[in-house]
């Protein structure tokens, strides 16, 4: 423990360069929380391509405008303008010279492609730490997510979300800030989140035999405390064993 802490005052973790991070995990394999640590340890921003879509609409920008025009016809958004709009908020959001975590991309080969050539063009100015990104894929076993995604439970009047298993309130099925009765909203129940899980594994299974065959892929157990994750993925972007 000591060393481990006399290791970590030597790296300033706002000065550290991180590159481009893609966090891989199923729903509920605890990417949200690892995402929000990592950003605010190293001062890195979260850039989501779903965010960064629905801004682009709000704002009008001539994107949005032809992104909305495309939704609206109940169309999937095409790759190029995704890239495009993701493009443009790295270089021009000013907070990017050290890296940033990709939130919802890539999701497809081809945009881990389109990354890959994107990245090797900035590294020319940035360094080598560009020149590919880092994966970190959260790996939870099944039994266990389910466990996590079907004991979760919301009161009707605050929001506040529990889980049976995990974060129980202090009287079962009652709120601990104003006494309703707990709900299990219809995204929580077994069977849409089986089929969740299993869309999950089907569309990022070639994401990561892409990045595992090219050496970019660390995997972490996500079945550990969220602190032991914290403490893994700390480990790849400050130990320097990530290249
Ligand atoms: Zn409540």
Not at 121 to 127: A, D, E, L, M, T
Not at 163 to 171: A, D, E, G, K, L
Request: net charge neutral; aromatic share 6%.
């Amino acid at each position: 423990m000591q060393a481990e802490a006399a290791v970590a005052t030597l790296v300033d973790p706002q000065t550290l360069m991180i590159g481009a991070l893609i966090l891989l995990g199923a729903p509920g394999a605890g990417k949200g929380t690892q995402s929000k640590f990592v950003s605010t340890r190293y001062g890195i921003p979260q850039i989501s391509t779903g965010d960064l879509l629905r801004e682009n609409v709000r704002k009008g920008t001539q994107i949005g405008i032809q992104a909305k025009s495309i939704m609206e016809k109940g169309q999937l958004v095409p790759d190029e303008m995704v890239e495009d709009m993701l493009a443009r908020r790295i270089e021009t959001g000013g907070d990017t010279d050290r890296g940033f975590i990709l939130d919802g991309f890539p999701r497809t080969l081809a945009q881990a492609k389109w990354l890959d050539e994107y990245l090797k063009k900035w590294s020319v100015r940035h360094g080598q730490a560009w020149a590919a990104p880092v994966v970190i894929s959260i790996t939870v076993g099944y039994n266990q997510l389910l466990r996590r995604l079907t004991g979760r439970r919301s009161c009707p009047t605050c929001g506040r979300i529990y889980n049976i298993y995990f974060q129980p309130p202090r009287i079962a099925d009652l709120c601990d800030n104003d006494g309703s009765k707990l709900i299990t909203r219809r995204d929580d129940c077994e069977e849409v989140i089986s089929e969740r899980l299993k869309a999950y594994e089907r569309q990022t299974l070639p994401l990561t035999e892409y990045y595992r065959a090219k050496g970019s892929l660390h995997e972490v157990n996500g079945d550990q405390a969220t602190d032991e994750v914290t403490a893994a993925v700390m480990g790849i972007l400050e130990n320097g064993d990530r290249l």
